[in-house]
C-alpha cells in the first residue's frame, strides 16, 4: 500500500518504540515447560559427570537447548513433528559442518556456511516447521564449523539427536494421560470467550470482546486441525467424537454471538451464561456423570424468559439445545487455505541471510576471534522475520545477552563447583523455556547463560563475557542494516498483502453468504475472519519496526475494522434469514 509523509517528532517515535519492545506483559508461568527445560539440560550433563563422557553429554545438552527452544504448548502430534526435524536438521548440520571442519581446507566451512544458508532461508518461510528445520540445519553447521569435536565423525551428530529426543519425550509424555488435554482446553476457551463477549453486549467493549472470541476460535481451529479432515478419527473413540462435536457447536455459537453483539442489546445473566453451561455440559470427562447444571443443557427449557425474540437470540437457543442433543449432526467444516508468502520474497530472505552469515563469518574470522562461530550462530538465531518484528528480536536478542553474561559471571565468582554449575544451567533451562513462550529476551537471557557454562564444561575456561556481548552486538547491526537497507518494507509489505487479502476474503464473504449452504457459509466466515486476525497481527508487527524517514505507514487498522464490521453485519443478516419465521 502507498505511504504518504510523515507527521510528528522522530525521537518520541523512537522512545515510544523502545518502550514497547523492552515492555513485558504479565502471562501464566509454564511450570511443566519450564521442570522440562531444567530436567533436559541437567540430565545428559549429569550423565556425563558420572560415566565420564563429558564432551558428548554438554553436545547433548546443546541438543536439549536447541530442542527446549522448540518446545511448546501446541498439541503433542505437533510437537512431535517439529521437534523431529529440528533434531534431524541440526544433526545433520552438524555432521556437515564437521566434515568441513575436519577436511582441512579453510575455505570448506566457507562455502557449507554459504550454502545451507541460502538453502536454509529458501525453505524457511514455508511454514513453521520448514522454518525450524532450515534454522537448525544451519544452526549444526555454524557449530560443527567452527568447534573441533572430539571422537569419530558420528558420535556428536547422535549426541546431539539425542539431546533433542529426550526433550521431545519429555514433551510429548503427557500424551499418556491426557491425549486431547490441549484441544479440549482451547475449544474450552473459545465457549469462555464467547460467555464474556455476550456479557459486553451493548457496551463499547464488545467489539473487542468479539475480536477475543474470534482468535480463540482461530487457536482453537489451528489445534484441531487435523481432527477435521474426514476419515482421520479413530474407530471407537469417543472422547475425541465428544471433542469435535463441541468445536462444531462452538463454531455456531460463534456465528450467533456475533448476530448478539450487532444487535448490540444488553442480555440476562441467564443467556450469557449459556455458552459455560454449554462447555460444561460437552467437554465434561466422560468418566464422569453430569452435574445438575449439565442436565439442563438440551431439555428444551427456555434460557432466554424475559429477552425480546430476535434472530441471534433464536439462534444462540437452538445452539443450546443441540448441546444437549446426542444426535446432532454437525455440519462440516474444512480448514481455510494457509496463505504462502511469493517466490521472490523466499529469495530475498534466502540471499540475505546467506550474505549475513558470510559477513558476521568472513569479519571473525579476519579479527581472529576466539570461538568464531559465534557471529554466525547469532545472526541464526536474529534473522527469523518470520518469528515477529525484526527489531525487536535484535534488541531483545542483545539485552538477553548482557543480562545472560552479567547472571552467569556472577554464579562463577560465587563458586567453581561443577555440580553447583549443572545446577545453573537447570535453572537457566526453566527461565528459557520460560521466555520461549513470553519473552524473546528472557529466552535469550537463559540460552546464553546456559551457553557459557556448556563452553566451560568442555574445556573452554576463557572469560569472554564482554567479547561475546560485542559481537552479538555487531551481528544485530549487520542484520539489521543489511534487511532494513536491500529490504525496508518487507514487514509493511507483508502487513499489505495480508490486509487486502483480508478484505477480499470479508467481500467474498459478503458476496455468496445469501445463497451458500450452512457448510458453505461457515467455511466462508471463519476464512474470512482467519484471515482478518492474520492481517491485524500482520500490521502489529509492522508498527513495530523502525519507519522509513518522512514516511509513515497506512491505516490498515482502520480497513481491517471495516472489514469486520462487515462481516459481523453478513453474519447477522444470514441469521436472520435462517431463523425468521
Request: positive net charge; charged residues 15%.
Amino acid at each position: 500500500m502507498a505511504r504518504t509523509a510523515r507527521v510528528g517528532p522522530a525521537h518520541a517515535a523512537v522512545l515510544s518504540r523502545l518502550h514497547r519492545a523492552t515492555a513485558i506483559s504479565p502471562a501464566h508461568l509454564p511450570l511443566a515447560a519450564a521442570v522440562r527445560g531444567a530436567v533436559g539440560l541437567a540430565v545428559p550433563l549429569l550423565v556425563g559427570m558420572w560415566t565420564g563422557w563429558v564432551a558428548l553429554s554438554v553436545i547433548a545438552a546443546v541438543g536439549a537447548l536447541w530442542g527446549t527452544g522448540q518446545d511448546g504448548c501446541d498439541p503433542y502430534r505437533s510437537r512431535m513433528h517439529r521437534l523431529a526435524w529440528a533434531g534431524v536438521s541440526a544433526a545433520l548440520g552438524l555432521l556437515i559442518g564437521e566434515l568441513a571442519l575436519r577436511s582441512g581446507q579453510p575455505s570448506a566451512a566457507t562455502v557449507c556456511l554459504v550454502v545451507v544458508g541460502f538453502v536454509s532461508g529458501l525453505v524457511s518461510l514455508h511454514g513453521r516447521v520448514a522454518s525450524v528445520a532450515g534454522m537448525h540445519l544451519l544452526l549444526g553447521v555454524v557449530f560443527g564449523s567452527g568447534f573441533p569435536l572430539p571422537g569419530p565423525w558420528w558420535q556428536a551428530p547422535l549426541a546431539l539427536l539425542s539431546g533433542v529426543v529426550l526433550v521431545l519425550g519429555l514433551s510429548t509424555a503427557p500424551w499418556l494421560w491426557a491425549r486431547y488435554g490441549i484441544e479440549r482446553a482451547a475449544v474450552r476457551t473459545v465457549y469462555r470467550a464467547a460467555s464474556e463477549a455476550l456479557a459486553a453486549a451493548g457496551t463499547p467493549a464488545a467489539e473487542e470482546a468479539r475480536r477475543r472470541q474470534t482468535d480463540a476460535l482461530d487457536a482453537a481451529h489451528h489445534v484441531m486441525r487435523r481432527h477435521l479432515v474426514p476419515g482421520t478419527r479413530p474407530p471407537g473413540e469417543t472422547g475425541l467424537g465428544r471433542l469435535i462435536r463441541a468445536f462444531h457447536l462452538a463454531v455456531l455459537l460463534g456465528e450467533a454471538v456475533t448476530t448478539l453483539l450487532w444487535e448490540a442489546r444488553p442480555l440476562a445473566p441467564t443467556v450469557t451464561s449459556a455458552p459455560l453451561l454449554m462447555a460444561q455440559h460437552l467437554l465434561r470427562d466422560h468418566k464422569n456423570t453430569a452435574t445438575r447444571a449439565e442436565t439442563s443443557v438440551g431439555e428444551g427449557r427456555d434460557i432466554l424468559p424475559e429477552q425480546p425474540d430476535t434472530p441471534g437470540l433464536r439462534a444462540l437457543t437452538t445452539v443450546y439445545a443441540a448441546a444437549g442433543d446426542d444426535r446432532f449432526d454437525h455440519v462440516p467444516l474444512h480448514p481455510p487455505p494457509r496463505r504462502r508468502p511469493d517466490r521472490s520474497a523466499h529469495l530475498r530472505y534466502a540471499v540475505l541471510l546467506m550474505l549475513c552469515v558470510l559477513i558476521t563469518h568472513l569479519y571473525a574470522a579476519a579479527l581472529d576471534s576466539p570461538r568464531p562461530y559465534w557471529l554466525p550462530m547469532a545472526v541464526v538465531f536474529i534473522y527469523k522475520p518470520d518469528f515477529g518484528p525484526l527489531f525487536h528480536r535484535a534488541l531483545h536478542r542483545c539485552v538477553g545477552t548482557v543480562v545472560g553474561a552479567a547472571a552467569i559471571g556472577a554464579v562463577a565468582l560465587l563458586t567453581a563447583n561443577t555440580y553447583a554449575f549443572i545446577v545453573a544451567v537447570a535453572v537457566f533451562g526453566a527461565l528459557m523455556a520460560v521466555g520461549v513462550r513470553h519473552h524473546y529476551a528472557i529466552a535469550t537471557t537463559g540460552l546464553t547463560a546456559v551457553v557459557f557454562v556448556l563452553l566451560d564444561l568442555m574445556g573452554d575456561h576463557r572469560e569472554l563475557y564482554w567479547l561475546r556481548i560485542l559481537d552479538t552486538a555487531v551481528a544485530a547491526a549487520v542484520v539489521l542494516v543489511m534487511h532494513f537497507v536491500v529490504w525496508p518494507d518487507s514487514a509493511a509489505d507483508r502487513a499489505g498483502e495480508q490486509t487486502e487479502a483480508a478484505v477480499l476474503a470479508a467481500l467474498r464473504y459478503r458476496d455468496l453468504a445469501p445463497g451458500a449452504t450452512p457448510a458453505q457459509r461457515h467455511f466462508l466466515r471463519r476464512a474470512a475472519y482467519q484471515q482478518l486476525g492474520e492481517a491485524r497481527r500482520a500490521t502489529g508487527e509492522a508498527r513495530h519496526e523502525p519507519p522509513l524517514p518522512g514516511c509513515r505507514l497506512s491505516d490498515w487498522e482502520q480497513t481491517i475494522t471495516t472489514a469486520e464490521r462487515l462481516c459481523d453485519l453478513v453474519t447477522a443478516r444470514a441469521l436472520t434469514a435462517t431463523t425468521c419465521p
